[in-house]
């Protein structure tokens, strides 16, 4: 499996491990019951909201790198540089839901930020 494709798979688990927290935590903090109902009203918050929060900015962002990595795998486009985008990601998007987690404001910031611009730089190099 090539770098990248491996790459995304990791974040893919990654993305999973946080969903399975998020429901944990929440499910510390509202109780079973309230997950397993339609949620309407329900409101998390605290280390429960955070990583709710930090759960659909992940699927949010898995959502914008599959699409580009999967181009780039049958378009066989990829580059060292392409590889090191990803790893980037991959690295920036774990540390900005443990970030998030901690409520470490403008750090978790600039790990977003990053991911972002790697996610913006892979279809760029697409285009280009």
């Known amino acids: 499996m090539q770098d990248y494709m491996h790459y995304l798979a990791i974040y893919g688990l ?4 946080v969903i399975l927290i998020q429901v ?3 499910a510390q903090q509202v109780g ?4 397993a109902g339609n949620r309407e009203g329900l409101i998390l918050t605290g280390l429960a909201g ?3 929060r930090a759960a659909n900015n992940s699927l949010l962002a898995l959502a914008l790198m599959a699409p580009a990595v999967l181009m780039m795998r049958f378009s066989d486009t990829t580059t060292d540089f392409t590889h090191q985008l990803m ?3 991959l690295i920036a998007r774990i540390a900005y839901v443990a970030l ?11 790990a977003w930020v990053t ?14």
């Not at 990654?14 to 491990?17: D, L």
């Open 14 to 17: 990654v993305v999973a491990a």
């Open 24 to 26: 944990l935590v929440a």
């Open 32 to 35: 079973l019951s309230a997950l």
């Open 50 to 52: 955070r990583m709710e």
């Open 87 to 89: 790893l980037t990601f």
């Open 100 to 110: 998030y987690a901690a409520g470490v404001a403008w750090v978790r910031t600039a």
């Open 115 to 128: 991911g972002f611009a790697c996610t913006v730089l892979l279809y760029v190099g697409l285009v280009l």
